[in-house]
């Protein structure tokens, strides 16, 4: 009875433990779940603004291409500009150079030559026309002159304005590839926040489903431990829970002064002249211990040999038909007296502490 009693602390004990483990996985769950959100969050916040600055990019390089398009449209206007320059300013120079002819052939040689046109007219009307010529002549010669260099001008402020509106093109070509360059960097630096935040996210996902699994585990854990209405024996058929008479409650200070832990049967006989008893070889850590159990009607010593079970190995040493037995095998009873040895649910080392 006393044995029962101590296997139902103990199990008490590791049903506490597994539900404080399942609300620790739950709780650091909830937390890496909220880090991940907000790691989704950051990446599609910083995929928007990369997108924002694409969009600003391709605009500005639109207007990069249409700027290049009126400078080169200036460049072919001021080349025009200039060749109009040149022919008005050889035009001016012809009309110079031939009113220069023109006065030297009439002048050179004094006014006698102007009587003579005028003396060789035939008509009143004729030495008026002659007169009229020969007043004009240098008139005419000026006119042309100043219109000649009225083009000029004109040429020379349209080339002038031309060549202004190239200049401010040409700086705000230049405003344009520096935006251009900025933006390319923030895209740049933008990619690079992107890639940081997937790995961050990666690894967190990574690690939330490390911890669903362990809860999962966890959880699964407990459930086997904490069935409420049916259970299977080993033999697959199904039995229902039982209860026990319950002992008087023990101090947890006594419970503790119990050590339990995993240990590995390596050699099992029959005791001598014993219908109940079996003596084990027990390897606990680096010691083994001789512990004799009243088991021998439910296991056979070689089905005992390579067993991983749970020991009380600080039991006081006592004799057993006459054999030392220095601990005890913890077994489970059902209600027709069938005894389970307690086994660890997953691989465990002889010498493990059941806590």
Same mark, same amino acid.
Request: hydrophobic content about 35%; proline content about 2%; glycine content about 4%.
């Given at each position: *009875?006393?044995l029962?009693?101590r296997v139902?602390s103990l199990?008490l004990?590791? @049903?506490l433990?597994?539900g404080? @483990?399942?609300?620790?996985?739950?709780s650091? %769950?909830d937390?890496?779940q909220?880090?991940?959100?907000?790691l989704e969050?950051?990446k599609?916040?910083a995929?928007?603004?990369?997108n924002?600055l694409?969009?600003q990019?391709?605009?500005?390089?639109?207007? *990069?291409?249409?700027t290049?398009?009126k400078?080169?449209?200036?460049?072919a206007?001021?080349?025009e500009?200039?060749d109009e320059? %040149?022919?008005?300013?050889v035009?001016?120079n012809?009309?110079?150079?031939s *009113?220069?002819k023109?006065i $030297?052939?009439?002048y050179?040689?004094?006014?006698?030559?102007?009587?003579?046109?005028?003396?060789?007219?035939?008509?009143i009307?004729e030495?008026?026309?002659?007169a009229?010529y020969?007043?004009? %002549?240098?008139?005419?010669?000026?006119?042309?002159?100043?219109?000649?260099q009225?083009i000029?001008?004109?040429v020379?402020e349209?080339?002038?304005?031309?060549?202004?509106?190239y200049e401010?093109?040409?700086?705000?070509?230049n405003?344009?590839?520096?935006?251009q360059?900025?933006?390319?960097?923030l895209?740049?630096?933008k990619q690079?926040?992107?890639?940081q935040?997937s790995?961050?996210l990666g690894?967190?996902?990574?690690?939330?489903?490390k911890?669903?699994?362990a809860a999962e585990?966890?959880?699964?854990?407990a459930g086997?431990g904490a069935?409420t209405?049916e259970?299977?024996t080993e033999?697959?058929?199904?039995?229902?829970?039982m209860?026990i008479e319950?002992?008087?409650?023990v101090?947890?200070?006594?419970?503790a $002064?119990?050590?339990f832990?995993?240990?590995e049967?390596?050699?099992?006989?029959?005791?001598?002249?014993?219908?109940?008893?079996?003596?084990?070889?027990?390897?606990?850590?680096s010691q083994?211990?001789q512990?004799?159990s009243?088991? $021998?009607?439910?296991?056979?010593?070689e089905?005992m040999v390579?067993?991983?079970?749970?020991?009380?190995?600080n039991? $006081?040493?006592?004799k057993?038909?006459?054999?030392l037995?220095?601990?005890?095998?913890?077994?489970?009873?059902?209600e027709e007296?069938q005894?389970?040895? *307690?086994t660890p649910e997953?691989?465990m080392p002889?010498?493990?502490?059941?806590?």
């Amino acid at each position: *009875m006393l044995l029962r009693r101590r296997v139902t602390s103990l199990l008490l004990v590791l @049903a506490l433990g597994t539900g404080m @483990a399942v609300q620790a996985h739950a709780s650091e %769950i909830d937390e890496t779940q909220k880090q991940a959100e907000e790691l989704e969050k950051k990446k599609k916040d910083a995929e928007n603004e990369k997108n924002s600055l694409e969009k600003q990019l391709n605009e500005i390089v639109a207007e *990069m291409d249409r700027t290049k398009e009126k400078i080169d449209t200036k460049e072919a206007e001021i080349s025009e500009k200039e060749d109009e320059l %040149i022919q008005a300013k050889v035009d001016e120079n012809d009309q110079y150079e031939s *009113m220069k002819k023109r006065i $030297k052939y009439m002048y050179e040689n004094g006014n006698s030559q102007f009587i003579e046109i005028l003396c060789e007219s035939k008509s009143i009307g004729e030495f008026l026309n002659n007169a009229e010529y020969i007043s004009t %002549i240098s008139e005419y010669d000026r006119n042309m002159l100043v219109q000649f260099q009225e083009i000029v001008k004109q040429v020379q402020e349209q080339e002038a304005t031309l060549k202004k509106e190239y200049e401010e093109l040409e700086v705000m070509q230049n405003e344009l590839i520096a935006k251009q360059d900025n933006l390319n960097e923030l895209m740049e630096s933008k990619q690079e926040e992107i890639e940081q935040i997937s790995d961050d996210l990666g690894a967190t996902q990574e690690k939330l489903q490390k911890l669903k699994e362990a809860a999962e585990a966890a959880k699964e854990e407990a459930g086997q431990g904490a069935k409420t209405e049916e259970t299977k024996t080993e033999g697959g058929q199904e039995t229902a829970d039982m209860d026990i008479e319950p002992k008087a409650e023990v101090a947890y200070d006594d419970f503790a $002064k119990m050590q339990f832990q995993v240990g590995e049967i390596i050699a099992c006989e029959a005791v001598p002249k014993s219908k109940k008893l079996l003596c084990s070889q027990v390897r606990i850590g680096s010691q083994v211990k001789q512990i004799v159990s009243g088991i $021998k009607a439910h296991y056979a010593p070689e089905e005992m040999v390579g067993k991983k079970v749970m020991v009380l190995v600080n039991l $006081k040493p006592a004799k057993l038909a006459g054999v030392l037995s220095e601990g005890m095998l913890l077994c489970a009873e059902d209600e027709e007296g069938q005894l389970a040895l *307690m086994t660890p649910e997953k691989a465990m080392p002889a010498g493990a502490e059941i806590c």
